[in-house]
T-cell receptor
Framework: KNEVEQSPQNLTAQEGEFITINCSYSVGISALHWLQQHPGGGIVSLFMLSSGKKKHGRLIATINIQEKHSSLHITASHPRDSAVYICAVRFLNSSGSARQLTFGSGTQLTVLP | DGGITQSPKYLFRKEGQNVTLSCEQNLNHDAMYWYRQDPGQGLRLIYYSQIVNDFQKGDIAEGYSVSREKKESFPLTVTSAQKNPTAFYLC????????????FGDGTRLSIL
């Protein structure tokens, strides 16, 4: 069964702390996405990766294909980082050409000043 | 600026009434998607379209209908057959190539009166 699990569901941190959000998936994938959903509901794509590591500003995303696991790290966290972070994957065994994504349920991050 | 525009932001529906959610994009993307988001759950695919005048059912298409008469527009109609329509609806688009990120709109929150 194609599943995506994120942990933790909720995370509260103090400003400046190093944040890690985890994503595990059940079977092989062709790509993994990290998305950020703002309180108003809009979603922004942060990273798309299929191997290794990507970095953008204070955000770092890593993926371990063998362990079927990805992490999103935020360094020097700030209250404006407060949002829901969503992991989404395209499984290799997805049927059709929809490039369908399977989404995790999200991690609510709150960074306190 | 290019992007995806969803309207309205909030929508209220009476029992037995059909309502249509608008999604317009000026990114020149071929593929467009409609997702439903419920509290504590990952996004679920309702319908998708890869080219004009063609669309396919996603995982939860029952009670919904779509059209794709223009490349820029992919409206979603929530029909009276959808028994639990209260949710947050997100529209997305992507270039019609493998492993390209999806761009999301700001969403429409639908509630039943």
């Amino acid at each position: 069964k194609n599943e995506v699990e994120q942990s933790p569901q909720n995370l509260t941190a103090q400003e400046g702390e190093f944040i890690t959000i985890n994503c595990s998936y059940s079977v092989g994938i062709s790509a993994l996405h990290w998305l950020q959903q703002h309180p108003g509901g809009g979603i922004v794509s942060l990273f798309m990766l299929s191997s290794g590591k990507k970095k953008h500003g204070r955000l770092i995303a890593t993926i371990n294909i063998q362990e079927k696991h990805s992490s999103l790290h935020i360094t020097a966290s700030h209250p404006r980082d407060s949002a829901v972070y969503i992991c989404a994957v395209r499984f290799l065994n997805s049927s059709g050409s929809a490039r369908q994504l399977t989404f995790g349920s999200g991690t609510q991050l709150t960074v306190l000043p | 600026d290019g992007g995806i525009t969803q309207s309205p932001k909030y929508l209220f529906r009476k029992e037995g009434q059909n309502v249509t959610l608008s999604c317009e994009q000026n990114l020149n993307h071929d593929a467009m998607y409609w997702y439903r988001q419920d509290p504590g759950q990952g996004l679920r695919l309702i319908y998708y379209s890869q080219i004009v005048n063609d669309f396919q059912k996603g995982d939860i298409a029952e009670g919904y209908s779509v059209s794709r008469e223009k490349k820029e527009s992919f409206p979603l109609t929530v029909t009276s057959a959808q028994k639990n329509p209260t949710a947050f609806y997100l529209c997305a688009s992507s270039i019609h190539r493998a492993d390209q990120p999806q761009h999301f709109g700001d969403g429409t929150r639908l509630s039943i009166l």
